[in-house]
């Protein structure tokens, strides 16, 4: 086991957890945001620098700070170590650059985007971004793609975050899709024209932070605020059979698998329950879902518990609130 100290709290961990899980485990508003990071995902992580965060003291043994933020979903902890990300200016700062960095190319199209409201990106922006952004130069575009009758791609929205590419690589026998070409021509695509239909291959719509995968049965039908998630299983002979169902009034729009606190799935479902399975009949009911991520899906979710770092205004009350009760999280409230 490991002892680290994180954001001033102390925390043991078993050797050879990264970071990110050391401070999931403290939990609250000290975690990192993960834009690529997926638990589930094997391999997943280190692409998008939005975990970054400061290595103070690097072990017990060797106590010297690392020259570099670090991505916190990659880098192992050591005994004795001391990590920054809320205390530490030279993240906060440097997260808004990343924000604004992945926002260079990716539409500002939240109005008539079906991922809004329930965005990583979105939500990434809001909590840790600035108003404005200095990139003036044309966005990168792409031609629209037909992936298949069940995935809609739209890559312009794409942050290449790979883990839709682990999802097909891990969960189905036969990934047909993949990061194409390098550098600012990367994008997702099949090889000649393939399209994506693999038992699992929905779960891409689920892992995908942004728009760039969206679910073709349910595109443009409701916004997702406007609909009712409901825990609901079946008895599946290929996967759990355990997902949420979304309802507008008394029809099911569209069928997900339960997500965690982190917006990630909790166990991958099929494509018969997810594509096949929208009537009330083909599922016993198990309750409302409660939503953990801070979402607009949860009515006044952002006023009630505010997950927003420490120093952030909430947004219908509009002033700032402080949850931590460490004195340098006060200091640094006041200061913001
Ligand atoms: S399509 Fe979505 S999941 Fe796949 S790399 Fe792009 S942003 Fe990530
Ligand atoms: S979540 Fe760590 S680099 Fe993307």
Redesign the pocket.
Known sequence: MATITFDGIEVEVPDNSTI?QAARKIGGSVV??????YEPLKGS????????VKVTAGSAKDPRPMPKLV????TPVQDGMIVENTLNEEVLKTRKGIVEFLLINHPLDCPICDQAGECDLQNFAFEHGTVAQRYEEERRTYDMVDIGPYIKLHMNRCIL?YRCVYTADQLTNKRVHGVLNRGDHSEIGTYIANSIDNDFSGNVIDVCPVGALTDKTFRFKNRVWFTKPVDAHRDCPTCSGKVVLWYRGADVLRVTARKNAYNEVEEFICNTCRFDKKATSDWVIDGPRKIDQASVISQNQYAQNTVIPAFTKTVTEGYTEVNDTLPEHKQLAAKN
Do not use: D, E, Q, T
């Open positions: 990110l990192p945001p993960a834009m690529c990071y992580g280190g692409k998008c620098r939005a975990c970054l991505a916190s979903c990659i975050c």
